[in-house]
């Protein structure tokens, strides 16, 4: 979608995207939604995936 293609396009030129996710189970870790998990995969650098408090 638009919100994927336009983070994608900003890594390009990022030396680090950090990008936020929360928790949408009570089960332990994170379940990562479609645009952190595209981004994880396809982004040209380093992705930091910072959980919610």
């Given amino acids: 979608g638009p919100a ?12 680090l995207l950090v ?6 189970t009570s ?7 479609l645009i952190n998990h595209a981004l994880l995969h396809h982004a040209p650098c380093p992705v930091a995936v910072v959980p919610q408090e």
């Fill in 27 to 33: 089960l332990p870790g994170l379940q990562l939604g």
């Fill in 4 to 15: 994927r293609r336009a983070l994608l396009e900003a890594a390009a030129q990022a030396d």
């Fill in 19 to 24: 990008v936020g996710a929360h928790r949408r």
